[in-house]
């Protein structure tokens, strides 16, 4: 992924969820994802999909059991 698509993954999660403090960072060694952080802590990764000629991103994120326990 390039400079200009982060910049987009970034407003584009930044406007679908209303939320500023989201951050798309380049990872290092790898040009195939990025990692997606809030308030600088990591919540998950987009991966690029360049199959036939079609570009779309993935974005995963893992959800602790424990991370629910502070949930009410």
Known sequence: MNAEELRKLQGFLRKTFSNPGIEVRARPRK?????????????????????DDDRSFNFQMAILDIDLDDIA
């Open 31 to 51: 040009d195939d994802s990025c990692e997606v952080y809030l308030a600088d802590e990591f919540i998950g990764v987009i991966y690029l999909d360049d199959e």
